[in-house]
Each structure stands twice: as structure tokens, then as C-alpha cells.
């Protein structure tokens, strides 16, 4: 189960750190993901991790302005948001694939497991 936290209201410039927590299965073997869904739009992919950690992907538009990152020892993902843009206004999923030692994968369907999403909204 991946719970995740964090969002809410911030000015356009303005900075968010979301969480994602994971109960019953470590991250430490799989590739994780961060994804957001804005209004009318189609879940997109934002960011991803491997599964050794080492290696992470940005889509263009976030590159240089969010950071993923993880905590092994707290089983948590962590995605730091600086610079937001009001185009940034989603619900933000974090998502975990099933497979071990995989690498990032941009596609929704590579992923098995979802939290229940949190909102953020910037306003300009």
C-alpha cells in the first residue's frame, strides 16, 4: 500500500515536498514513479527512480525544478517541487512497480501499485 502526502495550495514560485509511504513492501528492489493528472487531462509521468536509486528521469517540463529522491530506512519516496508553475496543478500519484530490480518506465501500465493521489493547486 503506498500512501501519499503532502500536497496542497502554494503561490506560483512557491515550493512543495510530497512523500510517499510504503507499507507491506520495500522500495529498495523496484523502480518507482511520480504522476500527476491535471483536469480534463490524462495521467501523465512526471519522474522516475530505478530501483538501485542511482538513476532517475525527468519529463522536460519539471527538469531542474523537481527532485526525486528516497529514504530506504523510512521505506518513503519523496518528491521536492521548487519553482512552481500554475501548469504544475495536478493530483500527484506516486506509483511502484510490481517487478523487481527494474528500471524507470514512463508508461502507466508498467506500474502496479498506485497511492491514492494528493492534490497540489498553484496559484498565479
Known amino acids: 500500500q503506498l500512501q501519499a502526502s503532502g500536497g496542497g495550495l502554494v503561490q506560483a514560485g512557491g515550493s512543495l515536498r510530497l512523500s510517499c509511504a510504503a507499507s507491506g513492501r520495500s522500495f529498495s528492489r523496484h523502480a518507482m514513479g511520480w504522476f500527476r493528472q491535471a483536469p480534463g487531462k490524462e495521467r501523465e509521468f512526471v519522474c522516475g527512480m530505478s530501483w538501485t536509486g542511482s538513476s532517475t528521469y525527468y519529463v522536460e517540463s519539471v527538469k531542474g525544478r523537481f527532485s526525486i529522491s528516497r529514504d530506504s530506512a523510512e521505506n518513503t519516496v519523496y518528491l521536492q517541487m521548487n519553482s512552481l508553475k500554475s501548469e504544475d496543478t495536478a493530483v500527484y500519484y506516486c506509483?511502484?512497480?510490481?517487478?523487481?530490480?527494474?528500471?524507470?518506465?514512463?508508461?502507466?501500465?508498467?506500474?502496479?501499485?498506485w497511492g491514492q493521489g494528493t492534490q497540489v493547486t498553484v496559484s498565479s
Open positions: 506509483a511502484l512497480q510490481g517487478r523487481r530490480f527494474s528500471t524507470i518506465e514512463t508508461r502507466r501500465d508498467e506500474y502496479d501499485y
